[in-house]
């Protein structure tokens, strides 16, 4: 039972155009969500957050957008840079702050 | 460097030998999670400290894992009699306990089990 969910497993976007990833989450009572960013053989870092209070946070290039009605966040980079390839993981955040990671979402930025 | 600091980066071992391996938080945060991370999979939660107390501990972590936080501080993930479905990164995450605060996460530890 994936409590969170990544259904794309891979995107590839041209160097300058938005990068747009895509997670779900099943459980209407968690409140607050988290993008990290992985590249290989490194930890996640953080990327960005957000609580079930807004509905978006903007932070310099990323945006999250959350539609609780719909238990659905969404990660918009703009513009999207080479340097941003990496494997993002979506998080809902648990009792204790203990993460649910999705699978993450391979991004391919081509310049 | 003030971020969070695991040793070692690699291990390779053979199965049936015991392993362990070494988290140092961020020396201001209270709590400490250690998460292990498997191929094409996201980070999953195996246990957490909120200083030296084990507060949780996952279903996925059976009774050959063992992890300590003597004195609050450092931590220590042990595998014994280490299996090939042991072989996975080790990733250790710390963070205040407030609520909605991040965690950061060290580089891991690369297990490989043959």
């Known amino acids: 039972d994936q409590q969170v969910k990544q259904n794309s497993p891979s995107l590839s976007v041209q160097e300058g155009r938005i990068s747009i990833l895509n997670c779900d989450y099943t459980?209407?009572?968690?409140?607050?969500f988290l993008w990290y960013k992985k590249y290989p053989a490194e930890g996640p870092t953080f990327l960005i957050s957000i609580s079930s209070i807004k509905d978006k946070n903007e932070d310099g290039r990323f945006t999250v957008f959350l539609n609780k009605s719909a238990k659905h966040l969404s990660l918009h980079i703009v513009p999207s840079q080479p340097g941003d390839s990496a494997v993002y993981f979506c998080?809902?955040?648990?009792?204790?702050?203990?993460?649910?990671f999705g699978a993450g979402t391979i991004l391919r930025v081509k310049s | 460097d003030t971020g969070v600091s695991q040793n070692p980066r690699h291990k390779i071992t053979k199965r049936g030998q015991n392993v362990t391996f070494r988290c140092d938080p961020i020396s201001e945060h209270n709590r400490l999670y250690w998460y292990r991370q498997t191929l094409g999979q996201g980070p999953e939660f195996l246990t957490y400290f909120q200083n030296e107390a084990q507060l949780e501990k996952s279903r996925l972590l059976s009774d050959r894992f063992s992890a300590e936080r003597p004195k609050g501080s450092f931590s220590t993930l042990e595998i014994q009699r280490t299996e090939q479905g042991d072989s996975a990164m080790y990733l250790c995450?710390?963070?205040?306990?407030?609520?909605?605060?991040?965690?950061?996460f060290g580089q891991g530890t690369r297990l490989t089990v043959v």
């Open positions: 995450a710390s963070s205040f306990s407030g609520l909605d605060t991040e965690a950061f």
């Open positions: 998080a809902v955040m648990e009792y204790g702050n203990k993460l649910v």
């Open positions: 459980n209407s009572m968690f409140d607050y």
